[in-house]
């Protein structure tokens, strides 16, 4: 019995001491230098704390810690908290535009023969295969001024001067609703596909027409897919950074560009590390309320 | 839940249900009509060139075992299949080509298919607000049904938190509630245990009774059939083999077929020896020496082949032989005995080793010479008892 018991308390604990140092302890450690101020150092900020040195100079390092950095990142004379709005601007209008995009899909492939439902799912799939580095390097080759794209448009006589889409805000949204649509598609068709078609037939007995009931019964049916679709594509795309690096102007402002320019540019650490736990926050409270509605489904059952 | 309303009519309910025969009735015009209906998946021919008429206020029920196309006939009416040939017509008016939600049926689903994001109570008003009947009209009709089917104080709520049987109640509730010219109903009881199932089934025909209503049934279950339905079409392979009253169904089955899928029956194989208007005699290889008589007019020729079929609960079995045992009479040996509490089944073995089964009310206590394993004994039957059966 107790054998059992010391096995199942090791089994518990191996995912929280994951946790602990793969995600608390970086945490710690980030949380410590956005507290710091900078130096020309190595590493380039102080204080650093030296366990050998003992406790009244552990007590001295500890009151040099402030929130300076906090303050800097919050005024409204830089630009971080308009990048934090940007962010959350593209992420949230990106993630409307995948709804809209996966949507459809998602239907099309809950609705399609069963014995085809595999071959659709591996294909939507299948882009991982490729790494996202590249897939979004493509996309350059495709939104250049000399891009394919444009090419195709000559080629059809629609255009005669090429379009400029690479390096705008529309090339970000392009890069964010194409790598993102697997993580919006996935819950969606997994909660359509759950579905019960008789439904709609019931719907439609009772003398609704196909189309409102879209809207009464499969929409409101589908909603914790859309809840997960929307928060696993708007958490990521609110920190992005290597698709407005790569398609995105230099106006185009996202917090994760911006945290890259202070870390690796400015050489801040501090600020860079102050950045990075304000997203963490901005963040989280999203995975909060996501975590409530699927505690109320749970519930439901 | 079976039903002061009922009781209050039941009266009338019966004087109506006595004459209820619009079939003979050669000047009614029937209310659903099917006219050489052809159903077609691919190469599968689901219905083949099939002809119904079904009459205002029937109880129809479609009985046959699975895949035999009764799920598919009803499923054109309420327009979720389209035929591939014939007309249907309700109440006059050409159905084929109309969309479901624009028909005036509807119909109980076997899965019940009960919106699970929905109340009682909304999934009852569904149907009612797509006809964007006004507010009151709705909440009154909703309180009605409720009441209908004593489902009123969970009105509130969602169908995961009720009962198998209240589930059943609100998805008839919620199919009735728009008062259709016809009620389809496809395997209604199937999900309840058998009990609650024969409950149900009483007052499914109060309440076709009371609000007049059309009702057309699918099922595989012949008992239900029988208690609920005026008329039964038995069918097979696509096409309707038998349509007639429950009773006309069970005693004066048109084959084979129906003789055997609805209730038990023992057949032998006979030859015509005689016959005179109202009675033929057959001998059967089973038993030499024996003559059958049957008391029925029959289309089929001296020499003939037949099957000569009688329920087990129309025989006799008895220790000692009838006044004429060379009549109408089989001998045997007791091979298996079910006791049923209320019937014991023998089964009996021929001379010819055919088995046949006898069903006896066991109408006292105790019985001072009981028939056990391996008896003698004398099975007979009265002229009237057995059908001679053509195919």
């Not at chain 2, 209503?213 to 339905?229: G, K, N, R, S, Y």
Request: with cysteine; glycine share 6%.
């Amino acid at each position: 019995m107790a054998d059992k018991a010391k096995g199942r308390w090791l089994v518990l604990a191996i995912p929280y001491l994951w946790l602990f140092a793969l995600f608390l302890v970086p945490f710690l450690i980030v949380f410590k230098i956005s507290l710091s101020q900078d130096a020309i150092a190595q590493p380039p900020y102080v204080p650093t704390f030296d366990l050998a040195a003992g406790w009244e100079a552990f007590k001295e390092n500890f009151a040099e810690l402030s929130f300076e950095n906090y303050g800097y990142v919050l005024s409204w004379d830089n630009d971080f908290i308009e990048a934090y709005g940007s962010s959350l601007w593209i992420a949230g209008v990106s993630t409307v535009l995948l709804l809209m995009v996966g949507y459809p899909i998602a239907y099309a492939m809950a609705r399609a023969p069963k014995s085809i439902r595999p071959t659709l799912l591996m294909l939507v799939i299948l882009p991982f295969w490729t790494s996202f580095l590249i897939r979004v390097y493509a996309w350059i080759g495709i939104l250049s001024p000399e891009g394919l794209l444009n090419q195709f448009l000559f080629g059809l006589g629609v255009i005669d001067q090429p379009l400029q889409i690479l390096a705008t805000d529309t090339a970000v949204y392009i890069g964010i609703v194409y790598s993102y649509l697997p993580f919006m598609i996935l819950p969606l068709y997994s909660a359509l596909e759950k579905m019960d078609e008789t439904l709609l037939e019931a719907a439609a007995d009772l003398g609704c027409p196909p189309f409102a009931a879209f809207w009464k019964i499969t929409w409101p049916l589908s909603l914790p897919g859309v809840f997960a679709g929307c928060l696993l594509c708007f958490i990521p795309a609110v920190g992005e950074f290597v698709i407005p690096d790569l398609l995105g102007g230099s106006d185009t402002l996202m917090i994760g560009k911006v945290l890259w320019t202070e870390f690796a540019v400015n050489r801040s650490w501090t600020v860079s590390s102050a950045v990075a736990v304000l997203l963490l926050m901005v963040l989280v409270i999203p995975i909060v309320f996501y975590q409530n509605v699927q505690a109320r489904e749970m519930e439901k059952r | 839940m079976s039903t002061g309303v009922a009781d209050k009519t039941q009266k009338t309910i019966g004087g109506i249900r006595r004459k209820f025969a619009p079939w003979t009735d050669p000047q009614a015009t029937p209310l659903i009509r099917y006219q050489n209906v052809t159903k077609r998946f691919g190469e599968f021919v689901a219905i083949d060139n099939l002809s119904l008429d079904i009459y205002e206020r029937e109880f129809f029920a479609l009985l046959g075992p699975s895949g035999c196309g009764k799920t598919t006939l009803m499923r054109m009416l309420a327009g979720f299949e389209e035929p591939t040939s014939g007309q249907i017509t309700l109440a006059g008016q050409d159905l084929v080509g109309t969309p479901p939600y624009k028909r005036q049926t509807n119909m109980m689903f076997q899965s019940y298919a009960l919106f699970p994001h929905m109340s009682v109570w909304d999934n009852i008003a569904f149907g009612l607000r797509q006809d964007r009947m006004d507010k009151d009209a709705v909440a009154n009709r909703v309180e009605e049904m409720l009441k209908l089917v004593k489902l009123s104080q969970f009105a509130k709520r969602k169908p995961h938190q009720l009962s198998g049987g209240q589930r059943q109640r609100v998805a008839l509730a919620r199919s009735l509630a728009k008062r259709p010219k016809v009620l389809l109903l496809d395997e209604p009881l199937g999900a309840l245990d058998k009990k609650l199932r024969e409950e149900t089934q009483f007052e499914l025909m109060d309440i076709q009774m009371e609000l007049g209503m059309t009702f057309l049934i699918v099922t595989h279950d012949q008992e239900e059939a029988m208690t609920v339905a005026d008329r039964i079409a038995v069918m097979n392979h696509g096409k309707l083999v038998q349509v007639s009253p429950p009773a006309v169904i069970y005693e004066q089955p048109a084959s084979r077929y129906v003789a055997e899928f609805v209730g038990d029956v023992n057949i032998l194989d006979a030859v015509i020896e005689a016959k005179v208007p109202g009675l033929v005699t057959l001998r059967a290889e089973a038993a030499p020496g024996m003559s059958f008589r049957v008391a029925q007019d029959c289309e089929t020729q001296v020499g003939d082949t037949v099957a000569l079929a009688f329920r087990p609960e129309k025989l006799r079995v008895e220790l000692d032989p009838p006044a004429d045992p060379t009549v109408n009479c089989l001998t045997g040996t007791i091979w298996d005995i079910g006791y049923l509490g209320d019937l014991s089944i023998y089964h009996v073995e021929l001379a010819n080793g055919q088995r046949i089964k006898a069903a006896k009310p066991n109408l006292t206590r105790m019985v001072e010479r009981p028939i056990t394993w391996e008896d003698k004994v004398y099975v007979s039957f009265a002229p009237d008892a057995g059908v001679v059966l053509k195919s």
